[in-house]
């Protein structure tokens, strides 16, 4: 048997001594991440050889993958919009469908001629960071209340090459933000998950930083802090997409008009490709 093949019986009997299984892809992607061998050789030749080191290194972390800890962590990168991110395990897992928030806001930008964007609660960055690859007259800034996450947005965004187009801020939503900053987008993935439907989340997010998921009571309280404030940031034609639950939409539609406060006007909400309410536009009074 070759050397990758006793891995794979290994890392099966393995999985279900601990009741759970790895999908071959993800086996490979634990292999490749641990030695830097590329996928595509780990199928094609099957007589690669491991050194002991690498064999101890995957063993060990095929055990902590059989504990629900996510790949994206193990791995320590993740694709979005066909880019590779670094991540780690202080920042959320970008997921699939906040592709549909980028994709909503490059149209957007190109129909009106947008150049500057707030990538607010950024995380890895990889939000303001996929616009700023895809838009190359887009200059971005970004803003997390976590250190790590804006240390994790200043790396990927050098490992980008787009340092020349980006500034970052460290704080509470649009706290750091200079006062006489006027944005023609914000975009944001903020925390948003209904406090109360935290405990039925999947095993694999209770390793992901909680202040970047749990929403607070209906999942609203630092969205309805964004819609607040966020007016007072965007240009006089400037916009705010923002990605949420999708029980949140009816809040969502009424919250201009509810307080008043604001100087935002609720104009649509985009469903993902499930058919659920997730990004919600809202322009410039
Ligand atoms: N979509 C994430 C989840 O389902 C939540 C992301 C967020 O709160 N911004 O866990």
């Given at each position: 048997?070759?050397?990758?093949?006793?891995?794979?019986?290994?890392?099966?009997?393995?999985?279900?001594?601990?009741?759970?299984?790895?999908?071959?892809?993800?086996?490979?992607?634990?292999?490749?991440?641990?030695?830097?061998?590329?996928?595509?050789?780990?199928?094609?030749?099957?007589?690669?050889?491991?050194?002991?080191?690498?064999?101890?290194?995957?063993?060990?972390?095929?055990?902590?993958?059989?504990?629900?800890?996510?790949?994206?962590?193990?791995?320590?990168?993740?694709?979005?919009?066909?880019?590779?991110?670094?991540?780690?395990?202080?920042?959320?897992?970008?997921?699939?469908?906040?592709?549909?928030?980028?994709?909503?806001?490059?149209?957007?930008?190109?129909?009106?001629?947008?150049?500057?964007?707030l990538?607010l609660c950024?995380?890895?960055?990889?939000?303001?960071?996929?616009?700023?690859?895809?838009?190359?007259?887009?200059?971005?800034?970004?803003?997390?209340?976590?250190?790590?996450?804006?240390?994790?947005?200043?790396?990927?965004?050098?490992?980008?090459?787009?340092?020349?187009?980006?500034?970052?801020?460290?704080?509470d939503l649009f706290s750091?933000v200079?006062a006489?900053e006027r944005f023609d987008l914000i975009v944001s993935?903020p925390?948003y998950?209904?406090?109360?439907?935290?405990?039925?989340?999947?095993?694999?997010?209770?390793?992901?930083?909680?202040?970047?998921?749990?929403g607070?009571?209906k999942?609203m309280e630092v969205i309805k802090r964004i819609i607040q404030q966020a007016g007072k940031f965007l240009n006089q034609n400037g916009m705010l997409i923002i990605?949420h639950?999708?029980?949140q939409k009816r809040y969502l539609e009424t919250l201009c008009t509810d307080t008043d406060q604001t100087a935002l006007k609720y104009m649509k909400t985009?469903?993902?490709?499930?058919?659920?309410?997730?990004?919600s536009i809202f322009s410039r009074k």
């Open positions: 048997m070759s050397q990758l093949n006793a891995l794979y019986a290994w890392i099966k009997s393995y999985a279900s001594t601990q009741h759970t299984r790895i999908a071959l892809t993800e086996i490979n992607s634990i292999i490749s991440g641990m030695t830097g061998i590329p996928r595509e050789h780990l199928l094609t030749h099957e007589d690669i050889v491991l050194s002991n080191t690498d064999i101890e290194r995957i063993k060990k972390a095929v055990k902590k993958r059989a504990t629900h800890y996510p790949l994206q962590y193990i791995v320590g990168s993740v694709e979005f919009m066909g880019i590779n991110f670094l991540i780690d395990p202080g920042v959320l897992i970008p997921r699939p469908e906040t592709e549909l928030l980028v994709e909503t806001a490059l149209t957007y930008m190109a129909d009106r001629e947008y150049r500057t964007v990538d950024c995380g890895s960055g990889v939000i303001g960071l996929s616009i700023a690859s895809m838009e190359r007259n887009a200059f971005i800034s970004f803003t997390d209340n976590s250190k790590r996450a804006v240390h994790l947005t200043i790396k990927n965004s050098e490992s980008l090459g787009l340092t020349p187009r980006v500034r970052f801020y460290t704080g750091r200079p006489s993935n925390p998950v209904p406090h109360a439907r935290m405990r039925h989340l999947q095993k694999e997010v209770l390793y992901e930083p909680v202040t970047a998921i749990d607070g009571r999942g990605e639950d999708d029980t985009i469903n993902d490709l499930s058919g659920l309410p997730r990004i």
